[in-house]
């Protein structure tokens, strides 16, 4: 079964440097979730989008913004990167369920490595 | 307060026995979904099971099942027949409501080492 992709799998950046990330959801899912795991850390919910809208907003700093295309495909964009901003980022996907039984189904994550 | 705890950092289990992971969770909300994850040390992110907060039932997946104490606020994830392939972090999650936010809400994980 076609799981999440996400690219690239890994990025190191400098410090002030912009970087983004890729997502493709699951075919036929219309919901996209952005997280971000810290070292050690459990995943922190940042910013998910529902048919191509915002759907809510976490932890996200303003210097991170995202979006979801046409075709459900979601960006994550960064800039003026930080130290802190190296983690594990995740993309998950989900198709909405009637009761709310929706799993989300996560991507294998892009390694950030700020320098 | 912490939405979801699970206060085992650690635990080792031998191979081909059962293990319990803790999960205990506090909402006020009446509909909610309780999730479990399964982080292996190469990074992603497993989907294991889910209960939801209506259901009559305790979820089962396999080897995994979720012991649902809904007056205690509880559910932990109880593994079989441990194999090796089971060592990683495992996440209790939760999503409250059925408003516009599905959001999960993480615990601060358990890892698990089977031993042979």
């Known amino acids: 079964a076609a799981g999440v992709i996400q690219s690239p799998r890994h990025l190191i950046k400098e410090k002030r440097e912009t970087a983004t990330l890729k997502c493709y959801p699951i075919p036929r899912h219309d919901t996209v979730y952005w997280y971000q795991q810290g070292p050690g850390q459990d995943p922190q919910f940042l910013i998910s989008f529902y048919e191509k809208m915002q759907s809510d907003k976490g932890s996200i700093p303003d210097r991170f913004s995202a979006q979801q295309f046409s075709d459900y495909h979601s960006e994550l964009n960064m800039s003026s990167l930080e130290l802190g901003d190296s983690a594990l980022y995740f993309c998950?996907?989900?198709?909405?369920?009637?009761?709310?039984?929706?799993?989300?189904?996560f991507g294998p994550g892009t390694r950030l490595l700020v320098l | 307060a912490q939405k979801i705890t699970q206060t085992q950092p650690g635990m080792f289990v031998q191979e081909k026995e059962a293990v319990t992971l803790d999960c205990t969770y506090d909402?006020?909300?009446?509909?909610?979904?309780l999730f479990w994850y399964k982080q292996p040390s190469s990074g992603e992110m497993i989907f294991l099971i889910y209960q939801g907060s209506y259901d009559q039932q305790n979820a089962t997946e396999g080897r995994y099942s979720l012991n649902f104490q809904k007056a205690r606020k509880s559910a932990n994830l109880v593994i079989s027949a441990s194999q090796l392939g089971d060592s990683a972090m495992y996440f209790c999650a939760m999503r409250e409501g059925l408003g516009s936010s599905y959001k999960l809400i993480f615990g601060s994980g358990t890892r698990l080492l089977v031993r042979p």
């Open positions: 909402t006020s909300d009446p509909s909610y979904g």
């Open positions: 998950a996907s989900s198709l909405r369920e009637r009761g709310g039984r929706e799993t989300q189904y």
